[in-house]
């Protein structure tokens, strides 16, 4: 089945530092999604983007399908951005999770 | 006011009893996803539905089961066949057309 990797696996930032997070698929996918996971488990739509950029305030997304990967951008980080943030993917209606990446932004 | 809604929040069970976990959408959407998450990791897929009285298993359904007899509700039953239940319990809805998902708030259950 699909793998997903992401990276790095953790990040510290100072508040106000900018930070690209990134997320490999390791075959096609037609579905993608960035999700936010806030300290009580609810996890956030960030982006659906099987192809293309995306912006929503001081994040962005990227994905290039035919290279396999995925990108988020995180401009001007807040102490609220921290959590973990996972992308996922799927060809057949499913999604498949990488493990996430937890970021910490430090005041 | 729409969305997707899982209960109870925290769930303790003994060894050896089954357990149901309720969710339920009013976001009219198709499809209806059951995920668990274990500490540090991401999720895995248990069962899915992508129509009214029927499901598929996911990469990790021995242990539990589902129904889905109303669109709007999907209740997931961990029996006591599952080896290590206790997990974050994640329901997810979507639409077909594009297979985007939307996430309950979850349900956290120990096994003691």
């Known amino acids: 089945g699909i793998q997903v990797e992401q990276s790095p696996p953790d990040l510290i930032l100072q508040e106000g530092a900018n930070s690209t997070l990134r997320c490999n698929f390791s075959d096609s996918v037609n579905n993608l999604q960035w999700f936010h996971q806030n300290p009580w488990g609810q996890l956030i739509n960030l982006f659906y983007i099987p192809s293309g950029t995306k912006q929503n305030g001081r994040l962005s997304a990227t994905t290039v399908a035919t290279e396999r990967y995925s990108l988020l951008y995180i401009s001007s980080s807040q102490t609220t951005d921290s959590g973990v943030y996972f992308c996922?993917?799927?060809?057949?209606?499913?999604?498949?999770f990488g493990k996430g990446t937890k970021l910490s932004v430090k005041p | 006011d729409g969305g997707i809604t899982q209960s109870p929040k925290y769930l303790f069970r003994k060894e050896g009893q089954n357990v149901t976990l309720s969710c339920e959408q009013n976001l009219n959407h198709d499809a209806m996803y059951w995920y668990r998450q274990d500490p540090g990791q991401g999720l895995r897929l248990i069962y899915y539905s992508q129509i009214v009285n029927d499901f598929q298993k996911g990469d990790i359904a021995e242990g539990y089961s589902v129904s889905r007899e109303k669109k709007e509700s999907f209740p997931l039953t961990v029996t006591s066949a599952q080896k290590n239940p206790t997990a974050f319990y994640l329901c997810?809805?979507?639409?077909?057309?594009?297979?985007?998902?939307?996430f309950g708030p979850g349900t956290r259950l120990t096994v003691l």
């Open positions: 997810a809805s979507g639409v077909l057309t594009n297979n985007e998902q939307f």
């Open positions: 996922a993917g799927g060809s057949q209606g499913n999604l498949i």
